[in-house]
Nanobody
Framework: VQLQASGGGLVQAGGSLRLSCAAS????????MGWFRQGPGKDREFVAS????????HYVDFVKGRFTISRDNAKNTVYLQMNSLKPEDTAVYYC???????????????????WGQGTQVTVSS
C-alpha cells in the first residue's frame, strides 16, 4: 500500500499549486482521505479532509476559500488545489487515508491509517 504525493514546488506569494496523491496497492474509494502539513519547526497540522464519495469536505479555517480538496475514485487519487498561496503556507504536505470502515471526514491525524511521503511546498514573498 502506497500513497504518492506530488505537485509541490516553489511558487511566489499569490500563486497556485495543485497537489496530487495517487494510491497504489489497494483502493481507497470507500475511505475518507486528508491532507496535512508540517512547516519548519512546527507540529504537523490538519489542512483538509474529504469523505469517501467527495460529497463532504472539511477545512481548517486558515485555508478556507483558498484551498479545495477533491478526489477521483476511478483514478484512486485525491487532489489539493491551493490558490492565493502565502509564505506561511510553506510546509511539507502529506496525504493520508483512513481505513475502509471510516468513510467520513476527520481532522485528527490519529484517525488516518495510511500516509504518503510528503511533498515540499515553498512560497516566497
Amino acid at each position: 500500500v502506497q500513497l504518492q504525493a506530488s505537485g509541490g514546488g516553489l511558487v511566489q506569494a499569490g500563486g497556485s499549486l495543485r497537489l496530487s496523491c495517487a494510491a497504489s496497492g489497494r483502493s481507497f474509494r470507500s475511505a475518507a482521505m486528508g491532507w496535512f502539513r508540517q512547516g519548519p519547526g512546527k507540529d504537523r497540522e490538519f489542512v483538509a479532509s474529504i469523505n469517501w464519495s467527495g460529497g463532504s469536505t472539511h477545512y481548517v479555517d486558515f485555508v478556507k476559500g483558498r484551498f479545495t480538496i477533491s478526489r477521483d475514485n476511478a483514478k484512486n487519487t485525491v487532489y489539493l488545489q491551493m490558490n492565493s498561496l502565502k509564505p506561511e503556507d510553506t510546509a511539507v504536505y502529506y496525504c493520508a487515508a483512513r481505513g475502509d470502515s471510516y468513510p467520513g471526514v476527520s481532522r485528527s491525524d490519529s484517525e488516518y491509517r495510511y500516509w504518503g511521503q510528503g511533498t515540499q511546498v515553498t512560497v516566497s514573498s
